[in-house]
């Protein structure tokens, strides 16, 4: 069954470096998320993603966060000057046009700033 | 916008015990209901949804959650529990237009022997 995947697992940075977490999403979707779950508490969605722009973010989705499709199959994260309250979780889902419209997750990217 | 509330944060259960996790949204618009399943150092994953029709509606591992429309809830039910049940349950909701997600706080499931 195909299936969502994200790299690195966790990745560990240093305050105010770039990260960028990548994504590759069923290969027939054309819808893409990011959330992220700080710990201990909920997941909250980040950005949305259709036909190669933004379609909706959150007011955590500042000018430090970019995401970018730079080929048919990847789905990047860019972060470009990590903070602490960074430290989370990183989730990408996609899902297809219609259907059912679930939101198929990946295993996500703990990402942990020092 | 969309909220959810997830009215029990820690719910400890005997295994083979039935169990309930309530979830209670709001919307001023209509919504698909979602629950997800994150056992431990993993994703999320679906177990069940609601769309239309039936309001009772089955999912995987013997999950099932009830649509209530004029209470605005979507609790999910499972009549027996396994060890292998032991994880985190939330409850999320999305509108019909971006169909982002909206996530309640969460319910942790622990089921002893």
């Known amino acids: 069954e195909p299936e969502v995947t994200q790299t690195p697992s966790h990745q560990v940075t240093q305050m105010g470096q770039e990260v960028i977490l990548r994504c590759v999403p069923i290969?027939?979707?054309?819808?893409f998320y990011w959330y992220r779950q700080i710990l201990g508490q909920k997941v909250e969605f980040l950005v949305s993603?259709?036909?190669?722009?933004?379609?909706?973010k959150s007011e955590i989705f500042d000018d430090q966060f970019s995401v970018e499709r730079p080929d048919g199959s990847n789905f990047t994260l860019k972060i470009r000057s990590t903070k602490l309250e960074d430290s989370a979780m990183y989730f990408c889902?996609?899902?297809?046009?219609?259907?059912?419209?679930?939101?198929?997750f990946g295993p996500g990217t703990r990402l942990t700033v020092t | 916008a969309q909220s959810v509330t997830q009215l029990d944060s820690q719910v400890p259960v005997f295994e083979e015990a039935p169990v309930e996790l309530r979830c209670n949204y709001s919307?001023?618009?209509?919504?698909?209901l979602f629950w997800y399943v994150q056992y431990p150092n993993q994703g999320l994953q679906l177990l069940l949804k609601?769309?239309?029709?039936?309001?009772l509606v089955k999912g995987i591992n013997g999950f099932e959650a009830e649509f209530n429309k004029s209470q605005t809830s979507f609790h999910l039910r499972k009549p027996s529990v396994h060890i292998s049940d032991t994880a985190e349950y939330f409850c999320?909701?999305?509108?019909?237009?971006?169909?982002?997600?909206?996530f309640g706080a969460g319910t942790t499931v622990t089921v002893r022997a």
């Open positions: 999320a909701v999305s509108d019909h237009f971006d169909y982002k997600l909206s």
């Open positions: 290969s027939n979707h054309l819808y």
């Open positions: 889902a996609s899902r297809k046009d219609g259907g059912t419209y679930e939101q198929y």
């Open positions: 609601y769309l239309s029709g039936s309001t």
């Open positions: 919307s001023s618009v209509s919504v698909y």
């Open positions: 993603f259709y036909n190669n722009e933004i379609s909706e």
